[in-house]
């Protein structure tokens, strides 16, 4: 198929798709008149050839620099797909699931795959596969959405249950195995609540306890006869590390499980979203939000043995920082860096209705940190931490609005005290309030 296009250098953020006209963004390309388009590369280019690839999902402009095609704009908003066992790394796959498919996250997410240029969302669908390798995004220019997997453990059905109150967690009623399902996830697939999908923190032999996030409340009490999952994550990458990206990176359903030396998760200068994911290490920080980056976690959870779970700091002094809304926190370590979360230098947390269990320390802000318990309906429960709950020291640290919190109860209401429950350093100006 050939199409026509007028290019030339223009300073202009819009595209005009009609086919005698052509924008582009601040990117010059010498090639003028007519070009092809397809769903496969042409096989003996030329330099400064134009090419409109157009497989099932996107539509993407490129040009032949002499050695490789060259990504210059997206079109429209693109659907990936990934799979490690069956998928290739080409620029004419990607389109389509399985054999279609590429074969690697880090393949997908390049700017051969996603140009500079771009003003539309990329979404990229992962097998629920174990993708070993460690995944980089740097200076995203557009959204990108990419959503892994789960695994059935169980399917059951309620007998009944609770839509919790301020300060006492919601369950699901029935008869279990204590502790069958902690740190699983539990997703209703009827009734009111259909598609809700949690942490589970707690599970007694007669109740299945979670935390939600007060941006995604259980809409009524789970009823007799109400279906729901138990579910584990299928979909696991080594690592995920955004910088310098105005853009967002927003994962869902996908465990990160191997850390660098800055987690599992890093954002450094970046927008990243959490829904659903688990970052979980052995011995180094599970997720690290940096240096004016900004990540919100929405019912997730976070795992650290001996060091910091989530930590947001900044050096720099311009100011990291993190919503968490909902999910769990857990440490099962011991020494003075084993942290649910930690905020320094000028670093802060908004933590709302989130378990955080099992640390030494289960929040601590120092160096100037900053964290707000504020939340609207749903509190935080914070208990079994051995040292504090929450402690603010050092450099005029805070913690506000510590009363939404409840200190020295698991989800079902048993106590399990921390060491203390809150405590600030008052001599460094640091306070609890």
Not at 278 to 303: C, E, H, P, R, W
Request: charged fraction near 10%; include cysteine; glycine fraction near 12%.
């Amino acid at each position: 198929m050939t199409e026509y296009i007028q290019v030339g250098f223009t300073k202009t953020s819009a595209y005009d798709l009609n086919p005698s006209h052509f924008q582009l963004d601040g990117t010059t390309i010498s090639v003028s008149g007519a070009f092809n388009s397809g769903e496969t590369f042409p096989t003996s280019p030329v330099v400064s050839q134009l090419f409109l690839h157009t497989p099932t999902g996107r539509k993407i402009l490129y040009q032949y620099d002499g050695s490789a095609w060259r990504a210059l704009a997206s079109l429209g908003p693109m659907t990936l797909y990934v799979d490690k066992t069956n998928g290739t790394d080409d620029l004419n796959y990607g389109h389509g699931t399985t054999t279609s498919a590429f074969q690697t996250v880090a393949y997908a997410v390049t700017f051969s795959q996603i140009p500079s240029r771009n003003d539309y969302n990329v979404t990229i669908n992962l097998t629920g596969e174990e993708y070993n390798e460690s995944v980089y995004i740097v200076g995203a220019q557009t959204n990108i959405y990419i959503n892994g997997q789960f695994s059935t453990v169980d399917s059951l059905t309620a007998t009944g249950g609770s839509a919790g109150t301020a300060t006492a967690a919601p369950y699901v009623s029935g008869t279990f195995s204590a502790n069958a399902y902690n740190q699983k996830l539990i997703k209703f697939t009827s009734g009111v609540n259909n598609g809700l999908t949690y942490i589970v923190g707690q599970t007694t032999t007669t109740a299945i306890y979670f935390s939600p996030s007060p941006l995604t409340p259980l809409v009524a009490a789970p009823a007799n006869g109400d279906t729901y999952l138990i579910l584990d994550w299928a979909t696991t990458i080594y690592k995920l590390w955004v910088q310098n990206s105005p853009c967002l990176v927003a994962c869902a359903n996908i465990s990160f499980t191997t850390p660098g030396p800055f987690g599992t998760v890093y954002n450094f200068r970046g927008a990243s979203n959490l829904v659903n994911c688990k970052s979980a290490t052995n011995g180094a920080v599970s997720t690290y939000v940096n240096d004016n980056a900004y990540t919100q976690a929405i019912n997730s959870l976070f795992v650290s043995t001996s060091n910091v779970a989530v930590y947001i700091i900044d050096a720099l002094y311009a100011g990291g920082n993190c919503d968490i809304s909902g999910g769990l926190i857990a440490g099962y370590g011991s020494g003075s860096n084993n942290m649910g979360i930690r905020a320094a230098l000028n670093g802060g947390a908004i933590v709302r209705g989130v378990e955080i269990t099992g640390c030494v320390w289960g929040v601590y802000s120092d160096s100037g940190g900053y964290i707000d318990y504020f939340t609207r309906g749903l509190y935080s429960f914070i208990h079994g931490n051995a040292t504090y709950g929450s402690r603010a020291t050092g450099g005029s640290s805070k913690i506000i609005h510590n009363s939404y919190v409840v200190y020295g109860k698991k989800l079902d209401g048993s106590a399990d005290a921390n060491g203390t429950d809150s405590s600030a350093n008052a001599t460094s100006f640091s306070w609890i309030g």
